[in-house]
């Protein structure tokens, strides 16, 4: 059993090494512990820091994509290198690595094939009470979105076996903690999630600009994933909503009409004709929309049968790896 612990880095030089110290190299279960960063178009020499600190593998990027992006490079190198299961943490050490035992009993036990670990927002000192607020508003819609029991969906640290690796497919360029989560609940991947403690802050954090663009970038996130998992349900309520609306005005003019005062009620009757006429394209669009969702159901699982066979074991790995600075 190999496990590889990925880290996603952009200008990390400074943090890196505190994080990579506290790094195992052995870890009950696996025979074999390898370390892989994914240099996000770092301008520092985030890279060298890396190598120098006894990281295997470093897969860089000349341009930066973005922390989402990063995190599926780093997915997709660590099934390629052979990976059984693959943790997840930040590269400014606010995750403690001595929980990740912790993290990967359930995935060894065999109960689970995502494991998200849940810090404890409360006792955080660096989160502001606004931050702590929107962090459980947040978990809390993800959870009503994926249908899972996730506390803490913001979390990075997180392990999952290559199975559940290869289904994940991150659209948001924002960030990748919400989406798979929600991923995960949609395509019936086993997930849960472990409580796990945190180290003091090394840096301000870089996902978190302010508070207003944090609400907006999620609210976003979680919306257009709902649009591309639920999409007849949504275009339907949002059709049937507008379609009822049209009714009621036109009852309303038929009502006027009826006791003789319909002239003045003219505005009523074109709202509602331009009601109803919405709410009949958009429910035509939610029939379309659950079409293109088969279609894009029978995509992904064709490339899951892809990667599939592009990593089957007895494959060498380091072969398919041309962004992979290996040691």
Known sequence: MKLIIQIPCFNEAEALPVTLKDLPRSVPGFDCVEWLIVND?????TAEVAVRNGVDHVVSFTKNQGLARAFLA???SCVKLGADVIVNTD????????DIPALLAPILAGKADVVVGARPINEIESFSPVKKFLQGIGSLAVRFVSRTGIPDAPSGFRAMTREAAMRFNVFNN???TLETIIQAGQKNIAITSVPIRVN?????SRLVRSNSSYIGKSLITIVRIFVVYKAFRFFMTVGLTALLLGLLGGGRYLYYYATGDGSGHVQSLILSSILLGVGFQTMLTAFLADLLAVNRRLMED???RVKKLEFA???DPRSRLPQDDTR
Do not use: H, K
């Not at 178009?41 to 020499?45: A, I, M, P, R």
């Not at 590269?91 to 001595?98: F, L, R, V």
């Not at 003091?200 to 301000?204: F, Q």
């Open 302 to 304: 064709v490339q899951y």
């Open 91 to 98: 590269a400014d050490n606010q995750y403690m690595a001595q």
């Open 41 to 45: 178009g770092s301008s520092d020499d």
């Open 200 to 204: 003091g802050a090394l840096r301000p």
């Open 74 to 76: 780093g997915l997709d």
């Open 313 to 315: 074991a007895g494959a």
């Open 174 to 176: 924002y960030t990748y």
